[in-house]
C-alpha cells in the first residue's frame, strides 16, 4: 500500500467577489497535496494497480511516458516506496545520449530504469501493451513485469479516480466538476 500523506484531499474555497457577484462558487479539489512524491490523480490510478501488482506477485513495473512525463515520474517514486522494480520507456531514441532534464533525472533517481525508442518503437511498444501482463517482446526483453499504460489510465486506475467525487461532499444537479484531461483515466473515473 502505497500510504496518502493526506486523505482525504481539502477543498479550499476559491470564490472570489466576481464569481460571489454571479451567484458561482468556487472550490479546489487539492488532490496535488495527497503524496509528495506520486501527486494527486497519479497516486489515485496507481494505488489499485500498485495493490494488484504486490497481489499478483509481480517484482517490476514497466510502463511509458513522454520526456516530461509526470506518469513516469509518479510510477518511479512509487515503485522505489514498495521495493520493486520499475523500467520507464521514453518516447524519442534522440534523448538517450542528451543530458538527462529534470524530470528523467527525478525518475532515474528513483530507481528506474530508462530505455528511449524511437516514436516508430513507441507507438508499437505501446499499441501492443493493452494486456495486464506484456507482450511477447516486452517480456522477452524485460522478463515477466507489470505493464501500465501511457498515463497509467487502465480500469483500475478509473476504480482509483471514482474516489475523487466520492470526496465532495453534497454533489448536486447544478453542481459542475472540471477536471484536467491527458489521457482521460481521471476524467473517466469520476464520470463513472
Ligand atoms: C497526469 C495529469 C493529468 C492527466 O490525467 P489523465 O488521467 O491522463 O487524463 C492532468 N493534470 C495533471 C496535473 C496531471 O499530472
Not at 502505497?2 to 467577489?17: G, I, K, Q, Y
Not at 490510478?45 to 514497466?62: C, D, F, I, M, S
Request: proline share 6%; with cysteine; glycine share 12%.
Amino acid at each position: 500500500m502505497l500510504e496518502p500523506a493526506l486523505l482525504p484531499t481539502p477543498l479550499v474555497d476559491c470564490t472570489d467577489e466576481a464569481f460571489a457577484r454571479a451567484g458561482v462558487e468556487l472550490r479546489l479539489k487539492r488532490d496535488d497535496l495527497l503524496h509528495p512524491t506520486v501527486p494527486g490523480n497519479k497516486w489515485r490510478k496507481l494505488a489499485p494497480n500498485l495493490a494488484a501488482a504486490v497481489e499478483q506477485g509481480h517484482t517490476r513495473l514497466l510502463t511509458f511516458g513522454g520526456a516530461y512525463s509526470t506518469h513516469l515520474r509518479a510510477v518511479a517514486a512509487a515503485a522505489g516506496a514498495l521495493g520493486l522494480e520499475s523500467v520507464g520507456l521514453v518516447r524519442g531514441e534522440e534523448l538517450a545520449d542528451r543530458p538527462r532534464n529534470w524530470s528523467l533525472r527525478a525518475a532515474e533517481a528513483a530507481g528506474m530504469r530508462l530505455e528511449f525508442l524511437t516514436r516508430a518503437e513507441y507507438r508499437e511498444a505501446t499499441g501492443r501493451a493493452e494486456g495486464e501482463h506484456g507482450t511477447d517482446a516486452l517480456l522477452r526483453r524485460w522478463g515477466r513485469c507489470l505493464v501500465l499504460p501511457e498515463g497509467g489510465s487502465n480500469a483500475l486506475a478509473a476504480v482509483g479516480a471514482a474516489a475523487i467525487p466520492a470526496e465532495l461532499p453534497g454533489l448536486g444537479e447544478r453542481d459542475v466538476v472540471c477536471c484536467p484531461v491527458g489521457t482521460g483515466g481521471t476524467l473517466a473515473g469520476i464520470a463513472a
